[in-house]
């Protein structure tokens, strides 16, 4: 609903509904599911996780945990203590930080959001 009375219209222009949460959702997880994940020249389809075999399947969540790790551990401030996966998600909304995880790794800001959604998800030691 917009009310077209100055102030009011932009305040409710900027609440989005639960529809656009709804499809926000829908797109992280097809986002999710749609990743390619290239190591050093072998591809693997995280949507075809379940038809590879049980040592590749365990290769890719180590693979996916290590690049996690590997943000996690430049975002720290303190090397000596592992930062929680609620703090790596505050630090990746910093735009220094993003670009500093890019200049050092080359992830794309998908793949940055994909290794900490997937490593929360499946990986029971980063929660």
């Known amino acids: 609903m917009i ?30 599911i749609d990743m390619i994940i290239n190591d050093n020249g072998r591809e693997f389809d995280v949507e075809k996780i379940d ?3 049980f040592n590749t399947q365990r290769l890719i969540k180590r693979l996916i945990y290590l690049r996690y790790v590997y943000i996690r551990d430049l975002l720290s401030p303190n090397c000596c203590s592992k930062m ?16 500093r995880i890019k200049g ?4 794309t800001l998908e793949e940055i959001n994909f290794y900490i959604d997937y490593a929360d998800q499946n990986i029971p030691m980063v929660r």
């Open 104 to 107: 050092t790794f080359g992830y």
């Open 51 to 53: 038809k590879y075999s």
């Open 84 to 99: 929680k996966l609620n703090a790596v998600r505050e630090a990746i909304k910093d735009e220094k930080n993003i670009n």
């Open 3 to 32: 009310i077209n009375e100055g102030r009011i219209s932009f305040l409710l222009t900027i609440i989005p509904s639960y529809e656009e949460y709804v499809n926000r959702a829908r797109l992280m997880e097809r986002k999710l």
